[in-house]
């Protein structure tokens, strides 16, 4: 072959031509560049596995999996398949620590030691330095319940009394998943949970979910977690149940309205679901589930009470869902605490990533806190098992 003739070559994606006497010079430096190429792809790699770690040592599952999600598929372009292949067990055993423990370990360590910003967050609030005779969330909790957690009739009083912190407190709250979306981790599940409120925020959260159907998430069934709780009259009343004027989830023309309208929670989920606009393949495609779980009596006044999200959950797992993963829907600030519930209650059999909208913007900081002293308590009660 004569050296006169062109040879073009095409290495990582760059062309290189080959003349004359000038071949081997260019193919060392075709060499050098490959070395070069190598190298950077294995800074990449490092970087990429201690950002993982870091992530994970701080229990943000979620942050560490989508690190290692990204550097996986990075490298099946590439054609990395060795490397691939240890992000993808990585990816594994991150998705199954997200299934297990949520954000529950952004607050407190395998040993429910607390993490370094809840403790900054309580110092802001105003609670002492620990002591060593008693164990951390323990401390943290009879705290929390006593400066945190709303207390009945002083409720509207209290609602103003963190206002003043909220440049300080918001970005921490904002990190710990009380404020901003959450958007599902898969793309299939066994079903899907929409956790019971007042009208509104079932609206809100149904909305959520038909969101994540449109971006490719499915799931086979639907269970509506609420119970046999007498409706608020002021928020869901005949004219709500027709007025969609304030919600993204907007009722179809053809909806008729029924001749007796819901008393319960329970009976609202189901005249929400009928009304609704909902995609034509999810209402053929998903089984829906209406979980109503009983009023109690309370032990003290011996009056019925209202079931709690702990109640809708018992419910839920007595209608025998099979096993496997759910998304659980519903919003912030209560994603934290409603998805510690479900987890805690729940069997190990299944897995859950709890998912929302993001807070409204006029929120009180008050409510945050009222939601953190709360999922504190379920983390208190997990510790003690």
Not at 28 to 41: E, F, H, T
Not at 234 to 252: A, H, P, V, W
Not at 303 to 326: C, F, M, N
Request: charged share 25%; with cysteine; glycine share 4%.
């Amino acid at each position: 072959m004569s050296y006169s003739r062109k040879l073009q070559v095409r290495m990582f994606g760059i062309p290189f031509v080959f003349t004359g006497g000038m071949i081997i010079t260019l193919l060392g430096m075709v060499s050098l560049y490959a070395d070069n190429q190598i190298a950077q792809v294995q800074g990449c790699v490092k970087a990429s596995q201690n950002a993982v770690q870091q992530h994970e040592q701080f229990g943000d599952y979620a942050a560490a999996l989508k690190i290692a999600r990204n550097s996986y598929e990075d490298l099946m372009k590439r054609g990395l398949s060795q490397d691939a292949e240890n992000f993808s067990q990585t990816v594994k055993r991150l998705e199954e620590e997200l299934l297990a423990f949520g954000s529950s370990r952004l607050f407190f360590d395998e040993n429910y030691q607390p993490r370094f910003k809840l403790l900054q967050l309580l110092q802001i609030l105003g609670m002492e330095p620990l002591n060593t005779s008693e164990k951390a969330v323990l401390q943290i909790n009879a705290w929390a319940q006593k400066n945190l957690l709303r207390q009945g009739e002083r409720w509207q009083e209290q609602t103003d009394r963190f206002e003043e912190l909220k440049p300080k407190i918001k970005p921490l709250l904002q990190e710990f998943g009380f404020v901003d979306a959450s958007s599902s981790h898969f793309k299939e599940y066994q079903g899907a949970i929409v956790h019971g409120a007042l009208l509104s925020r079932v609206r809100l959260r149904l909305h959520y979910l038909i969101e994540q159907w449109k971006q490719g998430v499915r799931f086979s069934r639907i269970y509506f977690l609420s119970g046999e709780r007498p409706l608020e009259a002021q928020y869901e009343n005949q004219d709500t149940f027709m007025d969609d004027s304030d919600s993204l989830l907007k009722i179809r023309k053809e909806w008729t309205a029924p001749l007796e309208f819901p008393k319960t929670e329970s009976e609202m989920t189901r005249l929400v679901w009928e009304q609704s606009e909902i995609p034509e393949d999810m209402r053929k495609e998903v089984e829906v589930h209406f979980i109503n779980a009983p009023m109690k009596k309370d032990l003290k006044s011996d009056r019925l009470i209202r079931p709690t999200t702990d109640d809708t959950v018992e419910s839920w797992l007595k209608a025998l869902p099979p096993h496997g993963r759910y998304l659980a829907v519903t919003n912030a600030p209560y994603t934290n605490r409603q998805d510690l519930v479900v987890r805690a209650i729940a069997p190990k059999e299944y897995g859950f990533d709890t998912v929302g909208s993001r807070s409204r913007e006029q929120e009180k900081i008050a409510i945050f806190l009222d939601e953190l002293a709360r999922f504190i308590f379920q983390v208190k009660q997990l510790s003690e098992k």
